[in-house]
């Protein structure tokens, strides 16, 4: 009886060494694998614009201008005039 506990907690202790080790290579991985990018990766965005009809912001190079109003698609542009 005995040597089947000693048996349980080496095979234990060997499952919860794989999983260190895999949880340790999965967290180096990801790190490397984020120091890599380039800092300018991320897109640069417009000022955000607030549609005049609706209220959903967007970026300013996207908006429809009117004047100093500004939209976000061609209906809302229309609706607003009517």
Do not use: F
């Not at 967290?27 to 694998?33: A, D, G, I, L």
């Amino acid at each position: 009886m005995n040597a089947i506990r000693v048996l349980l907690l080496i095979l234990l202790g060997w499952i919860l060494w794989r999983l260190s080790q895999r949880w340790y290579y999965d967290r180096k991985v990801t790190k490397e694998n984020n120091t890599h990018l380039p800092p300018s990766s991320t897109p640069k965005h417009d000022e955000m614009v607030r549609c005049d009809y609706c209220g959903l912001y967007l970026p300013l190079n996207e908006a429809i201008h009117s004047g100093e109003d500004r939209y976000c698609c061609e209906a809302h542009q229309h609706a607003a005039r009517t």
